[in-house]
């Protein structure tokens, strides 16, 4: 069984920052790929960001260049650095780790952005 906590979120402005944590109980957190998804309101949850096991990271276009995904294995965490934010990003953000072919979801933490 794998808990995810989620934590970061919040109401900024048009260009600002935040950075979302997600903290993982699964002791072998570094064997497993993690990532960011994130639904705003009438639309389907989209993946935004993935860092694998060994670090690789793919982004969806729609943040590329604006926001990076980290991990620190001893801390069993995976961040989300959100820069020059955007009303569009608005969205509840889950943190999503697959394990042996399930997936293992986040409660989420809400980011919105005012322009």
């Known amino acids: 069984q794998v808990q995810l906590v989620e934590s970061g979120g919040g109401l900024v402005q048009a260009g600002d920052s935040l950075r979302l944590s997600c903290a993982a109980s699964?002791?072998?957190?570094?064997?497993?790929?993690m990532g960011w998804f994130r639904q705003a309101p009438g639309k389907q949850r989209e993946l935004v960001a993935r860092?694998?096991?060994?670090?690789?990271?793919n982004y969806a276009d729609f943040v590329k260049g604006r926001f990076t995904i980290s991990r620190d294995n001893a801390k069993n965490t995976v961040y989300l650095q959100m820069n020059s934010l955007k009303p569009e990003d608005t969205a509840v953000y889950y943190c999503?780790?697959?394990?042996?072919?399930?997936?293992?979801w986040g409660k989420g933490t809400l980011v919105t952005v005012s322009s």
């Open positions: 999503w780790v697959p394990v042996y072919g399930m997936d293992y």
């Open positions: 699964r002791r072998t957190f570094s064997d497993h790929a």
């Open positions: 860092i694998s096991s060994g670090g690789s990271t």
